[in-house]
Nanobody, 131 residues
Framework: QVQSVESGGGTVQPGGSLRLSCVPAGYTHASTDCIGWFRQAPGKEREGVAAIYPGGGSTYYADSVKGRFTISKGNPENTVWLQMNSLKPEDSGVYYC???????????????????????WGQGTQVTVSS
């Protein structure tokens, strides 16, 4: 099966920036589809951090990243970016993306995605924020 592909991670100092790219598997371009970014820190559950409704451009963020992260559509349209500014050590983790119904994706923003039955997770991209 085709899996999501994430890239752009790296190691930065606190206050630094990174731009992640994602091509989510399972994105059907249906009007009910949304795309989300998720992250998982060591010893913690995967959580939703941001989401976008490609159909209209609406964006959604977890409180922990609001004002610092920006999710946007790329070109081609099935590419999604996550611009991360003012990074903090607690932003460290493996970042993943997924596409599913907006009903599902938006429910997970700011919440645990442990029960999310998405079968197309990619390998993710590692983000490390450390001095």
């Amino acid at each position: 099966q085709v899996q999501s592909v994430e890239s752009g991670g790296g190691t930065v100092q606190p206050g630094g920036s990174l731009r992640l790219s994602c091509v989510p598997a399972g994105y059907t371009h249906a009007s009910t589809d949304c795309i989300g970014w998720f992250r998982q820190a060591p010893g913690k559950e995967r959580e939703g951090v941001a989401a976008i409704y490609p159909g209209g451009g609406s964006t959604y963020y977890a409180d922990s990243v609001k004002g610092r992260f920006t999710i946007s559509k790329g070109n081609p349209e099935n590419t999604v970016w996550l611009q991360m500014n003012s990074l903090k050590p607690e932003d460290s983790g493996v970042y993943y993306c997924a596409a599913d119904s907006c009903t599902q994706i938006l429910l997970l923003v700011g919440r645990s995605a442990q029960a999310f039955q998405y079968q197309l997770w990619g390998q993710g991209t590692q983000v490390t924020v450390s001095s």
